[in-house]
């Protein structure tokens, strides 16, 4: 059973501070609106401004007390009255007209407003901060507790941990990524109980590079360099000559896609697709490989002469990768080019799918024909299967001649 | 015993934080606005002077309508000026009794400074003793006053 722990949130945070920096917060609070108060009295200022000139050049002359100093006034009156002196600043001057006056000052008025609206969007943030630290003051004063329980894993992987607070969420997080590796090993073994019983219903002809490319940045998260060790089990000891096939694969979202196909898987071998519902395009691709085989012998050494070309460039694969899939196998002509950087560290990218162009065309006719899951080219390509006597040598063999692959340790 | 010491130092120390040094603030802001007072009228009676002494009758001056934006103002007849002379009110004055006038105000002025000063010097005079005070109490040397 999952096991709990109780955490008071007093002992997260201290009252106390949570109400000092609360009241730091209002100090700080107060002081903006003070400023705040100031920039609108400046506006106001500048708006009456902006009237008193637009009204003075209405009159030649304009009796006033001229001031004196501080504290003394000659009367006199406004002379030139359109002409306006205005200080730009660093002890320049301009003189203006009243209209070139006015926009000046309305230019003025708009800094000043964007000035104001800034701090207040600032005092804004800063009360949701004080309240926020309030809340946390109350929180620990009143004793609430953070309860946090383990994330025991189901079969069904959707088991989620129970917590009462948000700060388990990162607990969640990990939990999740543990559970998936958890799943994905169990899906592994089961792969390799398909792919025995595959083999022993093989004819010798049959060669088969298996791979699985993990481009699928929704995969990556979910396997590591343990889970390729796990794989190396999968891959197809039996190298005779590479043959590429043209895969189609569809698009995968981590659960959903791959549990179609291995319902697919499934539905072929006439095996009920393997518990956790995750399939990895190893296996299926073996499958439609021995399918694909089986029904179109003739098409094989064509394939395999476009086989060693070079293999589509990583872009491509996105594309297609980011169709969604429904029903079509059309999806994806699954060129998956291994990527040089993630080789070392991507549980799939032993795999290189090849797929060149013509071989394409002909495997998606066949593709819409056929009911398999995958239409695909696949050459496997793992240096870290590294020992395994299997397809790494034919491949390699098969695969030299492609420019691109970098990652061939043979 | 050193308890009770500690105890009266630091109610001395707070007596001289929290009412001498305050007083001492507001006594020095009130003498420096006074200052400011004598310095316009001084040099009001300076330029009113200047005026005399080059028979100005008419001037031309810039007049700030606020943020630093000026116009241009006459003064055809310079002979007569208002001056404040407190609470609101403005008096037309000639040059000459302008100038009496300003000199009598200055003289009133320089008595504020003058109570001004006497009261900062009353004030800095209890902090220091105050200071001598938690001094002995700490047994510390008395400095030197000669």
Same mark, same amino acid.
């Given at each position: 059973m999952a096991k709990r722990t109780v955490t008071p949130m007093?002992?997260?945070?201290?009252?106390e501070e949570a109400q000092r920096a609360a009241q730091k917060m209002q100090e700080l609070i107060s002081e903006e609106?003070?400023?705040?108060?100031?920039?609108? @009295?400046?506006?106001? @200022?500048?708006?009456?401004?902006?009237?008193l000139v637009r009204q003075?050049?209405?009159?030649?002359?304009? @009796?006033?007390?001229v001031p004196f100093g501080k504290a003394a006034f000659f009367p006199g009156r406004f002379i030139h009255t359109n002409e306006f002196l205005v200080l730009l600043g660093e002890g320049y001057h301009a003189e203006r007209t009243a209209k070139q006056t006015i926009e000046i000052l309305k230019r003025r008025g708009k800094a000043l407003e964007s000035n104001y609206n800034a701090l207040k969007a600032e005092v804004?943030?800063?009360?949701?901060?004080?309240?926020?630290? @309030?809340?946390?003051?109350? $929180?620990?004063?009143e004793g609430l507790v953070e309860i946090t329980e383990e994330y025991v894993?189901?079969?069904s992987a959707e088991a989620a941990s129970v917590s009462d607070t948000p700060g388990l969420s990162e607990a969640n997080n990990m939990k999740v990524v543990a559970d998936s590796d958890d799943e994905f090993s169990r899906i592994m073994s089961r792969m390799d109980e398909l792919e025995r019983e595959e083999l022993a219903a093989e004819s010798n002809d049959e060669c088969f590079d298996g791979e699985e490319i993990g481009n699928d940045s929704n995969y990556q998260h979910s396997l590591d360099a343990k889970t390729l060790e796990g794989m190396q089990p999968l891959q197809w000891p039996r190298e005779k000559n590479a043959i590429t096939k043209a895969f189609s694969r569809k698009h995968y979202e981590a659960e959903g896609v791959t549990h179609q196909l291995a319902m697919q898987l499934g539905a072929l071998k006439g095996h009920p697709p393997p518990k956790g519902a995750t399939l990895l395009g190893k296996g299926v691709g073996h499958n439609a490989a021995e399918l694909n085989y089986k029904e179109k012998a003739l098409q094989l050494p064509e394939v395999k002469e476009g086989g060693c070309s070079v293999p589509r460039p990583k872009k491509e694969i996105g594309v297609p990768a980011s169709k969604s899939e429904t029903g079509s196998l059309e999806a994806?002509?699954?060129?998956?080019? $291994?990527?040089?950087?993630?080789?070392?560290?991507?549980?799939?990218?032993?795999?290189?799918?090849?797929?060149?162009?013509?071989?394409?065309?002909?495997?998606?006719?066949?593709a819409t024909s056929s009911s398999q899951a995958f239409t695909g080219s696949i050459v496997e390509h793992s240096h870290n299967l590294g020992t395994d006597g299997r397809v790494e040598a034919t491949s390699s063999s098969q695969c030299q001649k492609i420019p691109k692959k970098k990652k061939q340790k043979n | 015993m050193d308890s009770k010491i500690h105890e009266k130092v630091k109610q001395y120390e707070g007596f001289i934080d929290g009412r001498l040094k305050p007083d001492l603030v507001k006594a020095i802001a009130e003498r420096d606005k006074v200052f400011e007072q004598q310095k316009i009228f001084s040099d009001l009676r300076k330029n009113i002077q200047n005026l005399e002494k080059h028979s100005v009758t008419s001037l031309t001056t810039l007049v700030n309508l606020g943020s630093e934006v000026y116009m241009q103002a006459e003064v055809p007849d310079t002979r007569t000026i208002f001056v404040d002379i407190g609470l609101g009110f403005h008096v037309e004055f000639t040059w000459s009794e302008a100038i009496n006038y300003i !000199?009598?105000?200055?003289? !009133?002025?320089?008595?504020?400074?003058e109570e001004y000063t006497q009261l900062i010097a009353s004030v800095k005079a209890h902090i220091k003793m105050v200071c001598e005070g938690i001094r002995e109490l700490l047994h510390l040397q008395a400095e030197p006053s000669y």
């Open positions: 007093a002992s997260m945070f201290s009252v609106e003070k400023r705040l108060q100031q920039l609108k @009295d400046f506006i106001a @200022d500048n708006a009456s401004l902006i009237n003075l050049p209405d009159e030649l002359h304009h @009796d006033i007390m804004l943030n800063h009360k949701c901060e004080a309240s926020k630290f @309030d809340d946390m003051a109350a $929180e620990a004063a894993e189901e079969n994806f002509t699954g060129s998956t080019v $291994e990527r040089a950087s993630n080789v070392g560290t991507n549980a799939f990218t032993a795999s290189i799918v090849e797929h060149p162009p013509n071989v394409g065309t002909n495997v998606r006719e066949r | !000199k009598l105000r200055e003289e !009133k002025l320089a008595r504020q400074i």
